[in-house]
């Protein structure tokens, strides 16, 4: 086969993701019935429904003048505030972290006039990762032909799509224009369909969850004290340990999706008192995530809890062959546990935007691909 014919051959792509119709209605009919900031205290947004080519999707709509807003639908929060905070760690290498300062302090105007931040954005789930439904070459023609007559001066931005789970759907969306900017390294625990070898690492995170004295607790336990305490220990991790600009879900966001069944909860507590931890899990036809993980950081490192709440999940994606997409962050220690490593990727369609958008979105295009994305793989970000 020649290889100009290998290069047409279209990318192989099993469709893990369902979206069914009525765990979509409950997510949208979530923000109809409540304020987004009661839900998510630092976004703002508006929640609709988007069927095409026989798919539904949650569409999110965001306005430019609502920047700064969670990165969950805000580029210039995710590219330049976000980039600028993760430089915390490399702390150790003055020179380095000065660089990297510098250069996002360089592209943060580029960041802005793209106008990213005015968007509709197809399957926000609002989570940090959002798996894509299989769309082919018609589908993505439908979708990018129904936005941008709907919303011509928005661009139009899927995010959480990679190599190893969206190849077909990346191929079939740069096709029809679109343009892939580089987002973050992310570790996928691949195809469960048999139970997978252990390394030494899960071997020890099954020895400490069987042997630790904390309670676990089920999906179908968890009471309204559970998910205040939830919040906190979310917050313990997520927004204090790591950075204030991640979600902030309260409590009345992860007992509403827990109640509409969109997602699943699971935890340890001391027994017979408050939860020590807790991770939300979203299933979505044969793709696992896991949007919610927290944990009381006082608590001895020794008492292994985010551990424990890693190998709750893989263990729900083991029984139930999924494919886990665990997102980005503790790199080594994913690793450790069998995951491999791919680049994420916004696919952006901006044609039917003016020249000076289009053009910044091309150049962030070229720079995420030519320095970004060998910094992602370099230092696991």
Not at 3 to 22: F, H, I, L, S
Not at 148 to 160: E, K, Q, W
Not at 264 to 282: E, H, I, N, S
Not at 354 to 360: C, D, N
Request: with cysteine; aromatic share 8%; hydrophobic share 45%.
């Amino acid at each position: 086969m020649s290889g100009a014919a290998m290069m047409e051959r279209p990318a192989q792509q099993t469709d893990r993701v369902e979206n069914k119709p009525a765990k979509v209605e409950a997510f949208v009919g979530l923000f109809d019935e409540v304020p987004v900031r009661d839900l998510i205290a630092n976004l703002d947004t508006k929640v609709e429904t988007f069927e095409v080519a026989g798919r539904i999707f949650p569409l999110t709509l965001n306005n430019a003048d609502e920047a700064p807003n969670c990165y969950i639908c805000c580029p210039t929060c995710a590219y330049v505030d976000y980039a600028m905070d993760e430089t915390r760690n490399f702390a150790g290498h003055p020179l380095l972290q000065r660089a990297l300062n510098a250069l996002i302090g360089v592209c943060a105007p580029l960041v802005r006039a793209s106008g990213l931040d005015h968007q509709a954005q197809v399957n926000n789930w609002l989570y940090s990762t959002n798996p894509v439904p299989l769309l082919d070459r018609p589908a993505a023609a439908s979708l990018r032909a129904d936005l941008t007559g709907r919303f011509p001066d928005r661009a139009i931005v899927v995010r959480s799509l990679n190599d190893i789970a969206d190849p077909a759907t990346i191929a079939a969306l740069k096709a029809e224009g679109f343009r892939m900017l580089a987002a973050r390294q992310i570790y996928i625990f691949a195809d469960r369909s048999a139970a997978p070898a252990m390394t030494r690492d899960m071997k020890r995170d099954r020895a400490r969850l069987g042997a630790t004295p904390f309670e676990r607790v089920g999906n179908g336990d968890f009471t309204e004290a559970d998910y205040a305490r939830a919040e906190i220990l979310y917050n313990m991790l997520y927004l204090d340990k790591y950075t204030p600009l991640n979600p902030h879900y309260t409590a009345r966001y992860i007992a509403e999706m827990h109640r509409r069944g969109i997602i699943g909860l699971a935890g340890l507590r001391r027994p017979g008192g408050d939860l020590v931890a807790v991770t939300g899990l979203f299933e979505n036809g044969g793709t696992l995530t896991q949007p919610i993980v927290g944990y009381d950081t006082a608590l001895p490192v020794a008492d292994g809890l985010y551990r424990m709440m890693m190998a709750m999940a893989q263990d729900h994606a083991t029984a139930r062959g999924l494919f886990f997409n665990m997102s980005a962050g503790a790199a080594d220690f994913k690793r450790r546990r069998g995951a491999v490593a791919a680049i994420e990727y916004n696919a952006v369609y901006a044609g039917h935007l003016p020249l000076r958008r289009r053009l910044a979105i091309r150049v962030m295009e070229t720079v995420l691909a030519l320095v970004g994305i060998p910094l992602l793989r370099r230092f696991e970000l």
